[in-house]
Structure formats: structure tokens, C-alpha cells
């Protein structure tokens, strides 16, 4: 099953206001301004839980990406939207909520969505979402960015974008050295 291209989202402006609502298929074609979530998951080993997006995706289907992401649907807000896409996708509910690291605006890289990037401490076990994600796996710092240099291609757009602001909080916060 693919994604449900008649799922409403909020349509922004250049200040992520909302202007309209569409359906993803005509948001998407048009590439106009909408909303989403990264999340990074991180264990006490300071290594982030990454995912292979679904072959069924309507974008970049089977790339790696973080930990989990999603539209803001229409009408949803980022905090509440984190929460449902980290339960739905990792079937992960931790006991703090995600912490909101920082915004980056709408623009190519992230297919003209505004993103708030989210991180979450969490072991696992997770649940993985069969239509959303192949597989997953942890991985360190280190090991991302060799990867970001030898095998950009295998990677999200938007990850690609987010990782090097994600990876300077993760560095300074103590996270992640082999």
C-alpha cells in the first residue's frame, strides 16, 4: 500500500502560516510550503537510530533517513505531530516527550516543507512500521558522516540537510564518538 495522497495538509507562506489546505498529491506537484517533523532517536551509546524509507514511499523510496518523520497533518501542530509520527512509525513512546532542537525553513532540500527536528532518548525495541520503513538500524556519529561522504545518494534530501545542524547539538551535547 502507498502513501494516501488525498491526506490533507496546511499550505504556508514564507512565515509558515497557514494559508490553505490540499491534498498531498496536489501539494507535492505543486511544491508548495507544508510542514514536518524529523526525529532523531538517541541511546545511551550517543548513537542515532536511523530508518530505509519504504519502497512504497511517494518520495525517495528506499534512502535512509531519521530515526522518523512526517507531515504535519492539516490542522496539526509540530509537538503533537512529533508524538503520533514516533508512535506510529517506531511504535516508540518514551518517557519524556521530544525535545525540539530547532526549525529550518521551508526550502528545496526538504521539499519546500518547514521542519522541526526533534530529538528523543530511547533502547528501543521498536516496532517498525512495515508500510513506512524496510529497516533500521544505530548508528554513531562518526559512522553517518563517513557515510554522508562515501554514499550521499543512499540518503534523504532533507537528512542530508538537517544532519550537520543535528550533528553540531549531538557533538556539543556529548553524544556519539566511537
Not at 137 to 163: C, G, M, N
Request: glycine fraction near 8%.
Amino acid at each position: 500500500m502507498g502513501q494516501n495522497l488525498d491526506e490533507l495538509f496546511d499550505v504556508v507562506d514564507e512565515n509558515d502560516h497557514v494559508t490553505a489546505q490540499l491534498e498531498r498529491r496536489h501539494v507535492h506537484a505543486r511544491k508548495l510550503r507544508h510542514r514536518a517533523v524529523h526525529l532523531l532517536v538517541t541511546n545511551r551509546a550517543g548513537e542515532v537510530f536511523l530508518h530505509q524509507r519504504s519502497m512504497s514511499k511517494d518520495l525517495f523510496p528506499g534512502v535512509w533517513d531519521s530515526s522518523a518523520a512526517g507531515h504535519v497533518g492539516a490542522g496539526e501542530d509540530y509537538d503533537g505531530t512529533a508524538v503520533r509520527e514516533l508512535d506510529e512509525e517506531l511504535g516508540c513512546r518514551p518517557e519524556r516527550p521530544p525535545q525540539p532542537l530547532f526549525k529550518i525553513e521551508a526550502r528545496e532540500e526538504t521539499g519546500q516543507e518547514f521542519v522541526w527536528v526533534y530529538r528523543v532518548e530511547s533502547e528501543g525495541p521498536f516496532t517498525l512500521h512495515p508500510e513506512e520503513i524496510e529497516r533500521g538500524a544505530w548508528f554513531t556519529i562518526e559512522a553517518i558522516d563517513r557515510w554522508i561522504a562515501e554514499r550521499p545518494q543512499e540518503l534523504a534530501p532533507a537528512f542530508l540537510y538537517l544532519w550537520p545542524m543535528a550533528r553540531r547539538w549531538f557533538i556539543s551535547a556529548g553524544a556519539g564518538s566511537e
